[in-house]
């Protein structure tokens, strides 16, 4: 199943790879990625289809605790619009 991850994070040169640090802990490749400085945010947005609904909630979770990331939306491909 594909996922699709939306991440506001703070405008700081360490967001980027700790967001995507986290798929490649899980040796995961997204399949679609960018990522848009609208400071003094930074937004962005993957997808995979390497993940279960369990490993794509963890993740997300994971991200949510990080300092650096204000807010992430996680939907799967059967429910984004």
């Given amino acids: ?11 700081d040169p360490q967001t980027l790879p700790r967001v995507i640090g986290q798929l490649a802990r899980r040796s995961v490749t997204p399949t679609g990625l960018r990522a848009t400085l609208c ?3 930074m937004h962005i947005e993957f ?3 390497d993940l279960s ?3 794509a909630a963890l993740v997300s979770a ?3 605790s990080c300092t650096l990331v204000h807010e992430v939306l996680l939907t799967a491909a059967d429910q984004a619009t």
């Fill in 1 to 11: 199943m594909t996922h699709n991850f939306t991440v506001r994070g703070l405008a």
């Fill in 62 to 64: 994971t991200l949510r």
């Fill in 47 to 49: 997808e995979t289809s």
């Fill in 53 to 55: 609904e369990q490993e």
């Fill in 39 to 41: 400071p003094p945010d």
